[in-house]
T-cell receptor, first 117, second 109 residues
Framework: NAGVMQNPRHLVRRRGQEARLRCSPMKGHSHVYWYRQLPEEGLKFMVYLQKENIIDESGMPKERFSAEFPKEGPSILRIQQVVRGDSAAYFC???????????????FGEGSRLTVL | LAKTTQPISMDSYEGQEVNITCSHNNIATNDYITWYQQFPSQGPRFIIQGYKTKVTNEVASLFIPADRKSSTLSLPRVSLSDTAVYYCLVEKGYQKVTFGTGTKLQVIP
């Protein structure tokens, strides 16, 4: 059973370009979470999605960032007009339920590292 | 959201038991305590979760006192491969969980 798959693992963009990060959750998981990690910092929640629905995007910057989780295919985190401050590791996690009390863990991917030149 | 406080870093020699304590003074009744481990350039990995008293699995033990205002992750006989960042989280099911900066454990040969 494959784990959470993220691609690309590394992405280099110039300022002003667009970055698209993909996440395929574990088989049977219908809930996806995106986190951002700056160097030497903890992970910060960005957005929580179910299939075709954004449940909580309170951690997403108001501009340039968007996320989707279509009925078919991976979840995508899209960053438009990237700036140097967007350089970070972006992690995706999935869970089989909405993590009601005591459903335990999130399963994380290996991350996508974005470098903005 | 309950805020957690844990040491920034710890050193330990191989073979020793390591205890990492996390403070969460304003933990709520429905909150669970969860610990994750993160190696460099990898995503976090779930270690253990508990609500009260003691929980043990094949990797670690989690001790939670009666007042639940703190918790201690215990790693028995650490090896070099246990060098990682350990995050303590307090959560009740879904919420916008922020991991904090965690405890950077360095295991020394």
């Amino acid at each position: 059973n494959a784990g959470v798959m993220q691609n690309p693992r590394h992405l280099v963009r110039r300022r002003g370009q667009e970055a698209r990060l993909r996440c395929s959750p574990m088989k049977g998981h219908s809930h996806v979470y995106w986190y951002r990690q700056l160097p030497e910092e903890g992970l910060k929640f960005m957005v929580y999605l179910q299939k075709e629905n954004i449940i909580d995007e309170s951690g997403m910057p108001k501009e340039r960032f968007s996320a989707e989780f279509p009925k078919e295919g991976p979840s995508i985190l899209r960053i438009q007009q990237v700036v140097r401050g967007d350089s970070a590791a972006y992690f995706c996690a999935s869970s089989p339920t909405g993590r009601t009390v005591n459903t335990g863990e999130l399963f994380f991917g290996e991350g996508s590292r974005l470098t903005v030149l | 959201l309950a805020k957690t406080t844990q040491p920034i870093s710890m050193d330990s020699y191989e073979g020793q038991e390591v205890n990492i304590t996390c403070s969460h003074n304003n933990i709520a009744t429905n909150d669970y305590i969860t610990w994750y481990q993160q190696f460099p350039s990898q995503g976090p990995r779930f270690i253990i979760q508990g609500y009260k008293t003691k929980v043990t699995n094949e990797v670690a033990s989690l001790f939670i006192p009666a007042d639940r205002k703190s918790s201690t992750l215990s790693l028995p006989r650490v090896s070099l491969s246990d060098t990682a960042v350990y995050y303590c989280l307090v959560e009740k099911g879904y919420q916008k969980v922020t991991f904090g900066t965690g405890t950077k454990l360095q295991v020394i040969p």
